[in-house]
């Protein structure tokens, strides 16, 4: 994680007696800042978490690899970062120092200089290992779909996370505490290994199938990061899925053969999203598709110790949350689109406690009439020490505040769908009374929400036939159908202060159950002897299984008017009397002052 160091000119006079002082030794133990950049907490796989199926190949035995430790320099706080950092805000005291080193193996800076300076140093380097430890608490929940309809809205006040809670049973939970502005990763489910397919080889007289097991995650991934504001609250950005297996059906690809490929159904539910919160607030992102779609996720912080000189720069440190839109995935040709596995995966912009912005910490100061001099702003980790003090730590904030005050509003988003018979000239706000399925969930301004919900089910599509001189066999081909709905949202302000979104919205249903169709191979030799006239065998049989389905696609750009209901969707479905509707509303925070 890079952390851009800014060293605005500082002015700190020392008095005469300071100067007449004699310099001493002192050790200051670095180790907790820097062994906090080293590990960046458990290894979190941004792909397989948002992927839809819990499908995941093996690798050292279904052993998660962890993250090789950073040494002490190849991070943020790189020797030089933080020797600069501490010399920048000692200013002309810096200069009675002796010297100044610190040990990259030991992660121990001795300094040798009077008292009074020693006194400012241990000031500054106590105050940003405070701020840059500081715990917060991640509890995430998976609610069953009754708290969608039950909630008053998603970004939610500490009570009514608590009412929520008592009020639903929640099915898996799961909890972790780290560092703020470090990303964390909660799993709280089972894995369960999966015959799914074969890898076949054949040779002159020889074939053989190797078989390929990989392992369903069952349950709840989550992903999450909390950052701290200039303008108060948290901004907590939060990516995961959640699945149950239904079923796990034996599937025999060709009867001749003792092959059996185990294919799993589940339901399974995807959510990423972002909302300014509270201390023990928190956000709700979930779909109605399945029993357990809803996922809550809650922030406790510990409060930082009071001291007016340090300047939270969560608005300018948090990078953007990108999710790209997701596939509705239907039966799929031969050599057609790629499965789940291959979907784009969420990311960020930069690492979580990247200043995405630092240069507008000058732009904040300039706009406040103030030069940078006068400010004397060091941003480190997240925190800004001003070491103008009190008064001009709070004009920093205040223009910390109003430039982050766009990138961290908070956008509620409600849609509902459905398909009804019977429905032509309804207005939009009568349809969401009819209208049974719900998305829920919200994200900040420039951020995106994606919500997935459904049942994936893995089936065997095709044959890949190999053969050789003498010999062939048939290679299965598996692949993933999704039955439900997806939607993405990235909302923008336009320059008149209004809201507009960006909206992509798919629907498919299964016209049918999966029906075995049976297919022929052959014919082949039935005898491998040179010397002998080729015979023929009666030709091999196998299964593949087929199905259809109805589908909707949306995509534009909506101006919403604000709690309004509007019509997102209405198309007819092919081989069915009904109709799909899809109607959303959008609500903006009000800005904070």
């Known amino acids: 994680m890079r952390t851009r160091s800014i060293a605005l000119a500082v002015c700190l006079a020392c008095g005469g007696a300071a100067a007449q002082e004699a310099a001493e030794l002192r050790v200051y133990d670095l180790r907790p800042l820097l062994l906090a950049e080293r590990w960046q907490g458990p290894p979190v796989d941004w792909r397989s978490m948002l992927d839809c199926l819990p499908l995941e190949e093996i690798e050292l035995g279904g052993l998660p690899v962890p993250l090789e430790p950073r040494a002490i320099g190849e991070g943020a706080l790189q020797s030089y970062v933080l020797e600069g950092f501490l010399i920048d805000a000692l200013g002309e005291s810096w200069t009675m120092a002796e010297s100044c080193d610190l040990d990259t193996d030991s992660g121990l800076m001795r300094v040798v ?23 917060v608490e991640l509890e995430a929940w998976v609610l069953p779909r009754a708290a ?27 909890r972790a505490r780290v560092p703020l502005g470090h990303a964390a990763a909660l799993e709280a489910g089972a894995w369960r290994a999966l015959l799914y397919d074969y890898d076949v080889e054949v040779a002159t007289f020889a074939e053989v199938a190797d078989p390929e097991v990989s392992v369903a995650r069952e349950g709840l991934r989550l992903g999450a990061v909390v950052n701290d504001l200039a303008g108060g609250g948290y901004l907590l950005r939060a990516w995961g899925r959640n699945a149950e297996l239904l079923e796990v059906r034996e599937v025999r690809p060709d009867p001749d053969s003792p092959m059996i490929l185990e294919l799993p159904r589940a339901t399974c539910a995807r ?57 509705t995935l239907g039966p799929q040709i031969s050599g057609g689109w790629p499965g789940p596995a291959e979907a784009d995966p969420l990311y960020l912009l930069d690492s979580p406690g990247t200043v995405h912005d630092a240069d507008a910490i000058v732009i904040a100061a300039q706009g406040l009439g103030l030069e940078a001099r006068e400010l004397g702003a060091l941003p480190l980790l997240g925190q800004a020490w001003v070491v103008g003090g009190a008064e001009a730590a709070a004009r920093l904030r205040e223009g910390v505040r109003v430039i982050g005050a766009a990138r961290t509003r908070n956008v509620e988003v409600e849609v509902r769908y459905g398909t009804l018979t019977d429905a032509s000239g309804l207005a939009a706000d009568a349809l ?12 900040c301004v420039g951020d995106t929400l994606t919500l997935v919900g459904g049942e994936e089910a893995m089936y065997l599509k095709d044959f890949d036939v190999e053969i050789a001189q003498a010999s062939s066999i048939a290679d299965p081909i598996v692949d993933a159908c999704f039955e439900g709905v997806t939607a993405w949202c990235q909302p923008a302000l336009t320059s008149s202060g209004a809201l507009a979104c960006i909206v992509e919205l798919e629907y498919q249903r299964l016209l049918g159950p999966w029906t075995p169709r049976e297919v022929v191979f052959g014919p082949e030799p039935q005898s491998r002897d040179y010397g002998e006239p080729e015979k023929l065998r009666p030709q091999r049989r196998g299964a593949i299984e087929e199905t259809a389905t109805t589908r909707a696609d949306v995509s534009l750009v909506v101006q919403p008017e604000p709690g309004a209901w509007a019509l997102v969707a209405s198309h007819s479905l092919p081989s069915t009397p009904e109709t799909f509707f899809a109607v959303a509303r959008f609500a903006l925070e009000a800005e904070r002052r």
Not at 152 to 163: G, H, I, M, T
């Open 432 to 443: 969401a009374e009819r209208l049974d399925g719900r998305l829920r969930g919200a994200c």
């Open 113 to 135: 200089a009077p008292a009074a300076v020693q006194a400012l140093a241990a000031d500054v380097l106590v105050g940003l290992e405070t701020r840059a430890l500081r715990q």
């Open 148 to 174: 969608l309809t039950a909630a008053p809205r998603s970004v939610l006040a500490p009570a009514e996370v608590d009412a929520l809670l008592a009020a639903h049973a929640p099915a898996r939970t799961a």
């Open 271 to 327: 959510w990423a999203g972002s909302a300014r919160v509270v201390d023990g607030g928190g956000l709700l992102l979930g779909v109605s598709e399945d029993a357990s779609g809803a996922c809550l996720v809650r922030v406790r912080v510990t409060p930082p110790a009071p001291d007016a000189r340090w300047v939270p720069l969560g608005e300018l440190t948090a990078a953007p949350l990108v999710v790209e839109p997701p596939w």
